[in-house]
Nanobody
C-alpha cells in the first residue's frame, strides 16, 4: 500500500489542523492506520491509531482529548483532527499502515506541522 500524507502547515498555538492520509489499494479496510511524529532531535513517537475495523482508537497521553483520528474506508483515507495545538506538537507527522494489527510496514512521506507560540 502507498500512503500520501497532507494537511500540515503553520498554525498559532490553540489553533487546529486536519491531516489526511490517502492510501492506494483496494484492501484499505484491512489495515490498522497510525499517525506518528518526529520533532527535531527527537525519536519518532506514536500519536494515534485506528483499528482496521474502525471500532477502536488509540492515543498517546500527550494528545488525548485534543486529537481525533478517524477513517473513511470508501475514500481510502485516514484523518487526524488536531485541536488546541501546542508548540510542543511541532513535528513532521507520518501516517503508517499495519496489516490487521501487525507491524507498521508502510509509511507515508510525512507532513510538517509547526505551531507557533
Amino acid at each position: 500500500v502507498q500512503l500520501q500524507a497532507s494537511g500540515g502547515g503553520l498554525v498559532q498555538a490553540g489553533g487546529s489542523l486536519r491531516l489526511s492520509c490517502a492510501a492506494s489499494g483496494r484492501t484499505f479496510s484491512s489495515y490498522t492506520m497510525g499517525w506518528f511524529r518526529q520533532a527535531p532531535g527527537k525519536e519518532r513517537e506514536f500519536v494515534s491509531a485506528i483499528k482496521y475495523s474502525g471500532d477502536t482508537t488509540y492515543y498517546a497521553d500527550s494528545v488525548k482529548g485534543r486529537f481525533t483520528i478517524s477513517r473513511d474506508n470508501a475514500k481510502n483515507t485516514v484523518y487526524l483532527q488536531m485541536n488546541s495545538l501546542k508548540p510542543e506538537d511541532t513535528a513532521v507527522y507520518y501516517c503508517a499502515a499495519s496489516f490487521k494489527g501487525g507491524s507498521y510496514n508502510w509509511w507515508g512521506q510525512g507532513t510538517q506541522v509547526t505551531v507557533s507560540s
